[in-house]
């Protein structure tokens, strides 16, 4: 099994910045694609940034500027550095993961999701 564990969310003053973390456990043979996905309340879900197992990224246009997407593959972990943060930036965040285990079986996973909250 995989295992996804988030940290990083908090409270933060608009201009400020955080460091989202998520890292994989358990049986981990290779991640192919993590990201990052936000849900405002009354909103969809909206897709932050995503980055591929050659670190080819993509950004939705609101973010792009401010927010980086990294990848750590000996740690299991990808990262969302947000800066400039913006109200409009409030939100769950959630990263998803998709790769193979140690068995070669595939999963496609979602973290618990941490509060992002920009205050002006």
């Known amino acids: 099994q995989v295992q996804l564990a988030e940290s990083g969310g908090g409270l933060v003053q608009a201009g400020g910045s955080l460091r989202l973390s998520c890292a994989a456990s358990g049986s981990v043979h290779v991640m192919k694609t993590m990201g990052w996905y936000r849900q405002a309340p009354g909103k969809q879900r909206e897709l932050v940034a995503t980055?591929?197992?050659?670190?080819?990224?993509n950004y939705a246009d609101s973010v792009k500027g401010r927010f980086t997407i990294s990848r750590d593959n000996a740690k299991s972990t990808v990262y969302l550095q947000m800066t400039n943060l913006k109200p409009e930036d409030t939100a769950v965040y959630y990263c998803t993961v998709e790769g193979w285990t140690t068995d070669y079986e595939p999963f496609d996973l979602r973290g618990q999701g941490t509060q992002v909250t920009v205050s002006s």
């Open positions: 980055i591929a197992l050659g670190s080819v990224t």
